[in-house]
């Protein structure tokens, strides 16, 4: 986006010497760091300190209404780690988050290639696509939930209709998934279509000239052209993705009017353990044992990803 | 739907536009107007056919149907739901709205959220300007191990922190406050990234340089220079964590109670009730979601252009 910059009308420029000379070294040398310091210091309050706060508290054995009742050492880390419902939630997550991540990319991958073609009314289509990112995830949720509802609601209506059996969308856990899949893509697979579309856009244009001399049909100059082009962009898409899934709770949360996950937790996040266990059980030491563990399986993730996108940047690609 | 208007006023504009460059007018009448390139090689300049327009109707039709459902739904009684799908609106809305502002603190929810939005915007949006000012212009040392910092951060997600924040805010007394959602969306590491990221680029060196040497402080190259620059990307920035604040569930929903909720907290409460009436919830849906839609009305093509652009740049 080019921006244009007006100087603003040079005013009366008045010789300074001596002190004021001085004066302006300092402000040289003081100023960034006070335009700086806002963000740090009130980021160390509200971002650093909580982090390593949340490793005290799951050192203790810490009461929601009681407080601090005294030093426990690893005691909630191996609570946490024998309980199924922990090991439940790790489940979950990890199956919302790949049943919504991998159609998802694909989808908006497929929409970017639509929307990349020398549309008429090119705005139109991309704010319509980008209508679901204004919806709240728990409007998202609520909106599903009666769309997915067991008895009444649309998509089982629509199954009956053409003579199929109704799914238990909130007793079968993989149906609860797949319901709680579509909810997160229908939010976010516009959003990311659009990413890739501004990644499809910085292609070279004379890399499709040249697939066209080669007599490359348009779906081969999209899968031996585009795609590989769009490499790092899928990267950063799928590590945001991940981010997020990872801590997914508003849309699960409103599945059903308990908020639990389901009858037998089917559909329980870790970010929904961490609530039930703080604000249901009033543990906030456990509570913080499984925050803790879940930064882990976050921090790994992304290590992971780190390491691929190396390996995938360094056989080729842009950036 | 708000769409409408705006569909006929870009149609027209492009049908300005295409009549100033002598082509033909209306895709729908002709099939597979103007090509420029040859028709086998499907050159990108072709002015794409049926098959792309109907695939883009479809996608923008699944984004919008279950906002057009909410509204289905929500002009009905629940006994109407129970019977089939409704296709044709009823006329129950406005008792349903009127259930909806009776069950749950609506306008208050709404004051509220606009209230968090509106300050979170404006300090993420200053906050950044100021650091991503500092590090993209400005020399200083341990600039770029702060800025490595500050990137790295952004992988850290916000939600951990909330068992100690939460501890903090009972502590303070400010459980149940809007001050206590504000505070911790006040600064946004990613703020600070966008801007530095912006400023880099839209901000010639040589410009800080010239006011510099004609006598302008720090301060006055930041106010009268790189803020004025940084206009676009600061708009956009103020979009995005509006839009994210108004969105939020989690940490609300942690630390603010029934009776002084924002929307989100209240649309929840809607459905705890043991007998879930879905006409009622989706009113609420309804109602909370028409203040979005109105922004992203308004708004929508300068998201868009900012969802774009950072991609670009990240």
């Given at each position: 986006?080019?921006?244009?910059v007006?100087?603003?009308?040079?005013?009366?420029?008045?010789?300074?010497?001596?002190?004021?000379?001085?004066?302006?070294?300092?402000?040289?040398?003081?100023?960034?760091?006070?335009?700086?310091?806002?963000?740090?210091?009130?980021?160390?309050?509200?971002?650093?300190?909580?982090?390593?706060?949340?490793?005290?508290?799951?050192?203790?054995?810490?009461?929601?209404?009681g407080?601090?009742?005294?030093?426990?050492?690893?005691?909630?880390?191996?609570?946490?780690?024998?309980?199924?419902?922990?090991?439940?939630?790790?489940?979950?997550?990890?199956?919302?988050?790949?049943?919504?991540?991998?159609?998802?990319?694909?989808?908006?991958?497929?929409?970017?290639?639509?929307?990349?073609?020398?549309?008429?009314?090119?705005?139109?289509?991309?704010?319509?696509?980008?209508?679901?990112?204004?919806?709240?995830?728990?409007?998202?949720g609520?909106?599903?939930?009666?769309?997915?509802?067991?008895?009444?609601?649309?998509?089982?209506?629509?199954?009956?209709?053409?003579?199929?059996?109704?799914?238990?969308?909130?007793?079968?856990?993989?149906?609860?998934?797949?319901?709680?899949?579509?909810?997160?893509d229908?939010?976010?697979?516009?959003?990311?279509?659009?990413?890739?579309?501004?990644a499809?856009?910085?292609?070279?244009?004379?890399?499709y000239?040249?697939?066209?001399?080669?007599?490359?049909?348009?779906?081969?100059?999209?899968?031996?052209?585009?795609?590989?082009?769009?490499?790092?962009?899928?990267?950063?898409?799928?590590?945001?993705?991940?981010?997020?899934?990872?801590?997914?709770?508003?849309?699960p949360?409103v599945?059903?009017?308990?908020?639990?996950?389901?009858?037998?937790r089917?559909?329980?996040t870790?970010?929904?353990?961490?609530?039930?266990?703080?604000?249901?059980?009033?543990?906030?030491?456990?509570?913080?044992?499984?925050?803790w563990?879940?930064?882990?399986?976050?921090?790994?993730?992304?290590?992971?990803?780190f390491l691929?996108?190396?390996?995938?940047?360094?056989?080729?690609?842009?950036? | 739907?708000?769409?409408?208007?705006?569909?006929?006023?870009?149609?027209?504009?492009?049908?300005?536009?295409?009549?100033?460059?002598?082509?033909?007018?209306?895709?729908?009448?002709a099939?597979?107007?103007?090509?420029?390139?040859?028709?086998?090689?499907?050159?990108?300049?072709?002015?794409?056919?049926f098959?792309?327009?109907?695939?883009?109707?479809?996608?923008?039709?699944?984004?919008?149907?279950?906002?057009?459902?909410?509204v289905?739904?929500?002009?009905?009684?629940?006994?109407?739901?129970?019977?089939?799908?409704?296709?044709?609106?009823?006329?129950?809305?406005?008792?349903?709205?009127?259930?909806?502002?009776?069950?749950?603190?609506?306008?208050?929810?709404?004051?509220?959220?606009?209230l968090?939005?509106?300050?979170t915007?404006?300090?993420?949006?200053?906050?950044?300007?100021?650091?991503?000012?500092?590090?993209?212009?400005?020399r200083?040392?341990?600039?770029?191990?702060?800025?490595v910092?500050?990137?790295?951060?952004?992988a850290?997600p916000?939600?951990?922190?909330?068992?100690?924040?939460?501890?903090?805010?009972?502590?303070?007394?400010?459980?149940?406050?809007?001050?206590?959602?504000?505070?911790?969306?006040?600064?946004?590491?990613?703020?600070?990234?966008?801007?530095?990221?912006?400023?880099?680029?839209?901000?010639?060196?040589?410009?800080?340089?010239a006011?510099?040497?004609?006598g302008?402080?720090?301060w006055?190259?930041?106010?009268?220079?790189?803020?004025?620059?940084?206009?676009?990307?600061?708009?956009?920035?103020a979009?995005?964590?509006?839009?994210?604040?108004?969105?939020?569930?989690?940490?609300?929903?942690?630390?603010?109670?029934?009776?002084?909720?924002?929307?989100?907290?209240?649309?929840?409460?809607?459905?705890?009730?043991?007998?879930?009436?879905?006409?009622?919830?989706?009113?609420?849906?309804?109602?909370?979601?028409?203040?979005?839609?109105?922004?992203?009305?308004?708004?929508?093509?300068?998201?868009?252009?900012?969802?774009?652009?950072?991609?670009?740049?990240?």
């Amino acid at each position: 986006m080019a921006v244009t910059v007006k100087p603003p009308a040079a005013r009366t420029p008045v010789r300074r010497v001596g002190f004021s000379s001085r004066l302006a070294r300092w402000d040289v040398k003081v100023s960034p760091y006070l335009y700086i310091s806002p963000f740090f210091i009130l980021f160390a309050i509200v971002g650093l300190f909580p982090l390593i706060y949340t490793g005290w508290v799951s050192l203790h054995n810490w009461n929601l209404i009681g407080g601090n009742l005294g030093f426990s050492g690893t005691e909630n880390f191996t609570f946490v780690l024998s309980q199924p419902y922990f090991w439940n939630a790790v489940g979950n997550t990890f199956s919302i988050f790949l049943i919504s991540a991998v159609p998802q990319i694909i989808l908006a991958i497929g929409i970017a290639a639509v929307l990349d073609a020398n549309l008429r009314a090119k705005t139109f289509w991309r704010m319509g696509v980008l209508v679901p990112y204004v919806v709240a995830p728990v409007a998202v949720g609520l909106i599903f939930g009666n769309v997915f509802a067991d008895q009444s609601g649309a998509i089982n209506g629509l199954l009956t209709s053409i003579g199929l059996d109704p799914v238990p969308w909130h007793s079968n856990t993989l149906a609860s998934h797949v319901a709680i899949a579509t909810m997160v893509d229908f939010r976010w697979t516009g959003y990311n279509a659009l990413i890739f579309l501004a990644a499809m856009q910085a292609v070279p244009r004379d890399m499709y000239e040249a697939a066209i001399l080669d007599g490359a049909s348009r779906w081969r100059q999209f899968i031996s052209v585009t795609v590989p082009m769009l490499r790092p962009t899928i990267i950063f898409v799928v590590i945001t993705a991940t981010i997020g899934g990872l801590q997914i709770f508003d849309e699960p949360r409103v599945f059903d009017a308990y908020g639990l996950g389901g009858a037998d937790r089917q559909w329980q996040t870790l970010t929904m353990y961490i609530w039930e266990l703080g604000w249901g059980q009033r543990n906030l030491g456990r509570a913080s044992a499984v925050a803790w563990l879940l930064f882990v399986i976050i921090v790994l993730i992304a290590a992971l990803n780190f390491l691929i996108t190396r390996r995938i940047a360094s056989q080729g690609g842009r950036k | 739907m708000t769409s409408v208007p705006m569909v006929e006023q870009t149609a027209g504009k492009r049908a300005a536009e295409s009549a100033r460059r002598r082509r033909d007018r209306g895709g729908a009448q002709a099939p597979r107007p103007a090509r420029v390139r040859g028709r086998k090689t499907g050159g990108f300049n072709r002015r794409p056919g049926f098959v792309t327009y109907g695939l883009l109707g479809a996608v923008v039709l699944g984004s919008a149907l279950p906002i057009l459902w909410s509204v289905l739904v929500a002009s009905h009684d629940s006994t109407a739901i129970v019977k089939g799908v409704p296709l044709i609106p009823g006329g129950n809305f406005f008792a349903n709205a009127a259930t909806v502002l009776d069950t749950i603190p609506f306008w208050k929810a709404l004051g509220n959220s606009i209230l968090v939005s509106t300050v979170t915007a404006a300090s993420v949006v200053i906050f950044s300007s100021l650091a991503g000012f500092a590090f993209a212009k400005l020399r200083f040392r341990g600039s770029k191990a702060l800025l490595v910092f500050v990137v790295a951060t952004m992988a850290v997600p916000t939600q951990l922190g909330v068992i100690p924040l939460f501890i903090v805010m009972s502590k303070l007394g400010w459980t149940g406050t809007m001050g206590a959602v504000i505070i911790p969306g006040l600064v946004t590491a990613f703020g600070v990234f966008w801007m530095t990221q912006y400023l880099q680029d839209a901000l010639p060196d040589e410009l800080i340089e010239a006011v510099r040497m004609d006598g302008a402080n720090m301060w006055q190259a930041f106010w009268h220079v790189a803020l004025p620059a940084a206009r676009p990307a600061a708009a956009m920035l103020a979009l995005f964590t509006f839009v994210a604040t108004w969105t939020n569930f989690f940490w609300p929903f942690i630390v603010l109670n029934a009776q002084n909720p924002t929307l989100p907290v209240a649309l929840q409460q809607l459905q705890s009730a043991r007998f879930v009436d879905y006409s009622v919830v989706l009113a609420g849906v309804v109602l909370s979601t028409i203040p979005l839609l109105i922004v992203f009305a308004v708004a929508g093509r300068h998201l868009v252009a900012g969802i774009m652009q950072g991609a670009v740049k990240g």
